[in-house]
């Protein structure tokens, strides 16, 4: 029961248009210590919940997912990642969105 509730919140999210954090570590360039001073934005395979608190990734997610903090379901999936949501987004969150919206992420210049 809960999981077809869970499944009807997110298609619902989803279809309106709309995951602790994960984040991808950042590859050695050589300024390691610049790491230190400037935390690491949130990745694609982060969850929805640090992505919308970043104000660079939240105006990725506002441009392919507008108002996905706003849905009534959002304490329910922004612990997940979107593609942890997809499957349950009746066709709405593509591979090809996750791969716009990842594209767009790392278009952010570096803080």
């Not at 982060?46 to 108002?67: C, M, N, Q, R, Y």
């Amino acid at each position: 029961m809960t999981k077809t509730l869970f499944a009807a919140a997110a298609a619902s999210l989803l279809a309106v248009g709309a995951a602790s954090a994960q984040t991808t570590p950042a590859p050695a360039t050589g300024h390691e210590h610049h790491a230190d001073q400037h935390a690491a934005r949130p990745t694609i395979d982060s969850t929805i919940e640090a992505l919308v608190a970043d104000p660079a990734t939240k105006a990725v997610l506002d441009k392919h997912l507008p108002g996905i903090d706003r849905h009534p379901a959002y304490a329910q999936f922004k612990g997940m990642t979107l593609r942890q949501v997809a499957p349950f987004s009746q066709g709405n969150i593509t591979d090809a969105k996750i791969a716009a919206i990842d594209a767009d992420l790392k278009a952010i210049p570096a803080a």
